[in-house]
């Protein structure tokens, strides 16, 4: 479990993106419980083929014996990992809150995630969108996404999408989470990382200008080390939801049942 901050100088941001994967720490998966099947057996036939009374009116009141199919209990919500003061999460930062749907929604939820985090592209891939349908979209949920790079790819990822347009933001968020296993562990990451961001309009000199931006990596090393000291954030994904935090990949069932107590 990564507890410790990390700075890069500028010459070193770049040649840094070689540096292999250093994988994030999330002790709470879930696995959804799949349901069984039932199968009713055909009702006993004459010689001519149709069932006699007798073995009608016998099927008949087996079937009224038997007990109801059991129903699949709603999934339950987790217990939180611990609780936050929500208004100190909600103070501006060093960076530009990155954050979908209205400032006024009854709940906000906040993740914070590292862009090498297996766990937090499965959250993306699978769950992020149909949760904004759900939530954001509908105006019940304001959605906020925070860095918590655990190596330098994944700071330098995230860099990229906090420096390309901020309407691209989110969709270059889901590109590189999309296309993880390509760049996270490439023996070269640093042109992994470039041909992606050229498909997203970068060049080579603003690809360069990007993750040499020492500012930018001391603003989201800033926001990492908030988390970690204030808040205990410790691994990612980490939700913080009405001043109560969960680690870990969550469903959006299971964030359902969290979310909806608080609408």
């Given at each position: 479990?990564?507890?410790?901050?990390?700075?890069?100088?500028?010459?070193?941001?770049?040649?840094?993106?070689?540096?292999?994967?250093?994988?994030?720490?999330?002790?709470?998966?879930?696995?959804?419980?799949?349901?069984?099947?039932?199968?009713?057996?055909?009702?006993?036939?004459?010689?001519?083929?149709?069932?006699?009374?007798?073995?009608?009116?016998?099927?008949?009141?087996?079937?009224?014996?038997?007990?109801?199919?059991?129903?699949?209990?709603a999934v339950q919500a987790p217990p939180a990992d611990g609780a936050v003061d929500m208004?100190?999460?909600?103070?501006?930062?060093?960076?530009?809150?990155?954050?979908?749907?209205?400032?006024?929604?009854?709940?906000?939820?906040?993740?914070?995630?590292?862009?090498?985090?297996?766990?937090?592209?499965?959250?993306?891939?699978?769950?992020?969108?149909?949760?904004?349908?759900?939530?954001?979209?509908?105006?019940?949920?304001?959605?906020?996404?925070?860095?918590?790079?655990?190596?330098?790819?994944?700071?330098?990822?995230?860099?990229?999408?906090?420096?390309?347009?901020?309407?691209?933001?989110?969709?270059?968020?889901?590109?590189?989470?999309?296309?993880?296993?390509?760049?996270?562990?490439?023996?070269?990451?640093?042109?992994?990382?470039?041909?992606?961001?050229?498909?997203?309009?970068?060049?080579?000199?603003?690809?360069?200008?990007?993750?040499?931006?020492?500012?930018?990596?001391?603003?989201?090393?800033?926001?990492?080390?908030?988390?970690?000291?204030?808040?205990?954030?410790?691994?990612?994904?980490?939700?913080?939801?009405?001043?109560?935090?969960?680690?870990?990949?969550?469903?959006?069932?299971?964030?359902?049942?969290?979310?909806?107590?608080?609408?």
């Amino acid at each position: 479990m990564f507890r410790t901050k990390f700075r890069l100088t500028a010459a070193a941001t770049v040649s840094l993106l070689a540096l292999t994967l250093a994988g994030c720490s999330d002790s709470s998966d879930e696995t959804a419980a799949s349901g069984g099947t039932t199968e009713t057996a055909a009702p006993a036939e004459t010689a001519a083929g149709e069932p006699s009374e007798t073995q009608t009116a016998q099927t008949g009141e087996a079937a009224a014996e038997q007990p109801a199919a059991p129903v699949t209990p709603a999934v339950q919500a987790p217990p939180a990992d611990g609780a936050v003061d929500m208004a100190a999460v909600l103070e501006p930062g060093p960076l530009k809150e990155m954050a979908l749907g209205d400032e006024n929604a009854p709940v906000t939820v906040v993740e914070y995630m590292s862009m090498t985090c297996p766990h937090c592209a499965s959250f993306h891939t699978d769950n992020f969108k149909p949760l904004v349908e759900k939530y954001v979209d509908t105006g019940k949920v304001r959605f906020i996404l925070r860095e918590f790079p655990f190596d330098p790819r994944a700071a330098a990822a995230i860099m990229l999408a906090r420096c390309a347009p901020e309407n691209q933001f989110f969709p270059m968020v889901d590109v590189l989470f999309k296309q993880q296993r390509n760049w996270a562990t490439a023996p070269d990451g640093r042109e992994a990382l470039l041909q992606i961001a050229r498909l997203a309009g970068f060049t080579q000199e603003s690809f360069e200008a990007c993750l040499t931006n020492q500012k930018l990596l001391d603003d989201v090393n800033a926001v990492k080390t908030k988390a970690a000291s204030e808040f205990g954030i410790q691994s990612t994904p980490t939700f913080i939801i009405d001043g109560k935090r969960y680690p870990g990949n969550m469903s959006v069932e299971t964030m359902s049942a969290i979310i909806d107590p608080l609408l």
